[in-house]
């Protein structure tokens, strides 16, 4: 595993994780989690909304009994959800992810989304550095932060995000953003890489795939991290699992990244943070 030293206090990020978006809360949710500890995953990746926290706590616990390992080896995120929003509410709904994920702290806690009322978001902001100085939490960051959202907080709070957790993939490649993220020491995070499996269809993936003789899967993550990005592919599959976290003995060439990169056509798989609300 490779890691990324964050801006915040404490352990290190590892580059690669399990996202558990649209996993179900049952055994499904905690086998995955579990699964992935033993595969040597190291990051683990929720969301209040996901409405799985139960599960991938458990999967959490019987990870760590199965390895013997210790909690501080793990870094698990979090996602503050939009109905829990305001100064006033971050601690309470902080408390609540803590509580089903039966941990006594999160490495990260993201705001989900920006929301359409900048004032809000601010004032949400302003509750998340409370939780940080307060040292309930390692590090603190947000999602699908657009730059202007950004820079609204550079503007009107005094800590700036760790993390942006974005929509990041080889048709969406968000390279201004990218460079306004790395320019401002925030380390950018993909979400959903693998396109719900889309982008593994595509000529060039499956080329440069059979040239290194790796999964089409295992390409992308690749180009992930050769970008400087954060990653957290979704799998239950076992076997998926393993393949996703073996990516650390091969290298793409610059040209096979500008390959992959040049797929842009700006689409993306998600909603547009400028017009989402949560519904």
Do not use: C
């Not at 941990?103 to 004032?119: M, N, R």
């Amino acid at each position: 595993m490779e890691y990324k030293t964050l801006n915040g206090k404490n352990n290190a990020m590892p580059v690669l994780g399990l996202g558990v978006f649209r996993v179900e809360n049952d055994d499904t949710a905690k086998e995955a989690v579990k699964h992935a500890i033993i595969s040597g995953y190291r990051s683990i990746d929720t969301a209040a909304i996901y409405g799985n926290e139960e599960m991938v706590g458990l999967g959490i616990k019987e990870g760590l009994e199965a390895t013997g390992i210790s909690r501080d080896e793990l870094f698990i995120t979090s996602k503050l959800w939009m109905d829990s929003y305001g100064r006033e509410h971050v601690e309470k709904g902080y408390q609540a992810s803590l509580d089903k994920l039966g941990l006594d702290y999160l490495d990260l806690y993201l705001i989900h989304w920006p929301g359409l009322d900048e004032s809000l978001m601010i004032e949400t902001w302003k509750g998340m550095e409370d939780l940080y100085r307060a040292d309930k939490v390692k590090h603190i960051g947000v999602s699908n932060f657009n730059i202007e959202h950004l820079e609204a907080l550079k503007a009107q709070t005094s800590i700036k995000p760790e993390i942006n957790q974005v929509e990041f993939q080889p048709y969406l490649t968000q390279a201004s953003l990218r460079d306004y993220l790395k320019k401002e020491g925030i380390q950018m995070e993909s979400w959903s890489p693998l396109m719900n499996g889309d982008i593994l269809k595509n000529d060039i993936v499956n080329a440069i795939a059979k040239e290194h003789g790796k999964s089409p899967a295992q390409i992308v993550i690749r180009w992930n991290i050769e970008n400087d990005v954060v990653v957290i592919p979704k799998s239950i599959t076992p076997s998926r699992i393993e393949e996703n976290i073996d990516v650390f003995d091969f290298a793409l060439t610059p040209e096979e990244i500008e390959q992959i990169s040049s797929l842009n056509e700006d689409k993306r798989m998600g909603p547009d943070p400028l017009e989402f609300t949560g519904e």
